[in-house]
């Protein structure tokens, strides 16, 4: 069930930066990005425990930058930093902060909750923190497996995580707008 995320436009929230620091969820995003290519997410042969799909949108991501003339690395933690962003430790975020102290911006590859964990390591710092990916909803799907040791992903679908929330918050407002016509 990972949270399927759609990349956004941050070449405009880089303009006028010199440096910037690329940290991503290899679970979800890595996961959003192998269905969009509808290629493995993972390939245990070539790359360990790193999501090619997330692997090419990270380095095109790199190139559009260099382009604008901002210097980028990937931050590429530990095996829990790689796949959730959302469980670091608390000595997890202290390394990611003193790299993070490096550049003048970190861009976020993650969902929201992987945005809350930058934002609080970052907390007393200039360092501009922008998203690059915005939640869409929630994946259901079948996990396929194949040789050499891939994992990739079939019959998905997916689930808007705010369904149910968003159709309270319109009978609400419906309410309140009937409410506000009677007085």
């Known amino acids: 069930m990972p949270i399927h995320l759609e990349e956004l436009d941050i070449m405009s929230k880089v303009e006028g930066l010199d440096s910037t620091l690329i940290v ?4 979800c995003a890595g996961a959003s990005f192998a269905m969009k290519e509808n290629k493995p997410f993972i390939q245990f042969s070539s790359n360990y ?12 991501l790199q190139s559009q930058l260099k ?13 829990i930093q790689k ?7 608390s000595r997890q ?24 964990t930058v934002n609080d390591a970052m907390k007393g710092t200039d360092c501009k923190v ?7 909803g929630v994946v259901n799907t ?15 679908t997916l689930a808007t995580m705010c369904d149910l929330h968003c159709k309270q918050s319109d009978q609400k407002s419906h ?3 009937e409410t506000d016509m009677v007085v």
Not at 67 to 79: M, N, Q, Y
């Open 24 to 27: 991503a969820c290899n679970m």
């Open 175 to 177: 309410q309140n707008k």
């Open 67 to 79: 382009e604008k003339g901002v210097t980028s690395k990937w931050f590429k933690g530990g095996i």
């Open 130 to 136: 922008i998203k690059g990916t915005e939640v869409v």
């Open 93 to 116: 975020r202290m390394k990611f902060r003193q790299c993070a102290d490096n550049y003048e911006s970190v861009i976020v590859l993650g969902c929201d909750s992987a945005l809350k």
């Open 83 to 89: 796949f959730f962003l959302c469980l670091w430790t």
């Open 49 to 60: 425990l790193t999501s090619p799909p997330l692997e090419r949108h990270i380095t095109k």
């Open 142 to 156: 079948e996990s396929k497996f194949s040789l050499p040791f891939n994992i990739s992903f079939e019959n998905s």
